[in-house]
């Protein structure tokens, strides 16, 4: 059976962009990192992958606020080839600044004039970098098992979800929530999100936005207490990586 292709988009200010291709060879895809402008003049290479993922970094510096100039230039020129790929059965993955862009573009939101949501400085006003407990919360998310908490590091200044509807966020959109966790330090909820979101999907369950990095969790060695804990056969970050992988073919 052939794997599923992803394309990890890249453009200035990227820098998971390596981290995460690994994360997706481990987990059995077929990987290509392709610059934005190159997709920009040829939209058809989304169309042509199965999972777009959309890495941390700074884009563009994150000069005005974290990913709007990336967010702005997708919108004008591949959102619809966006939309199309997930129409048709494909996923896309947007982690950390890939998150807030992904909230930016209002790909959360198909059938809205404008984004429902946003996320904006943490709370503390500083930059948070540490590892969270994370509870699924939603059935349909095909990057997540429901059952599962998911032990994973976050680090980033603008995290914070903050809903732009009097009525909050829908329920069924919430992917993960922070929780307690034995292995937690400092507050459950780090940037002060509303609801504790850390993660967003939409309607289908074939988008996934989330501010924690699973890319940064694949191996045993890399969980900060790997020398106290046993082994497991799939970390908490390849497991995400993985289950997407199953659920392209």
Known sequence: MAKPRVIILRSAGINCDEETRHAWMLAGADVSTVHLEDAIGMPTKILESDILTLPGGFSFGDDIAAGVILASRLRNRLLNAMRELVA?????LGICNGFQVLVKIGLFDASAAKPSCTLTANASGLFTCRWVTLEATSSRCVFLDAKQTYFLPIAHAEGRFVSVKPEGIDEHRIALRYAKGIERVGDDNPNGSESGVAALT????????????????????????WTAIPERDEPDGLAIFRAAVSNCR
């Open 88 to 92: 048709r059965g494909g996923l896309i």
């Open 202 to 225: 939409d309607e289908t369950g074939r988008i996934l936005g989330m501010m924690p990095h699973p890319e940064r969790y694949v191996r045993h060695t890399q969980h900060p207490f």
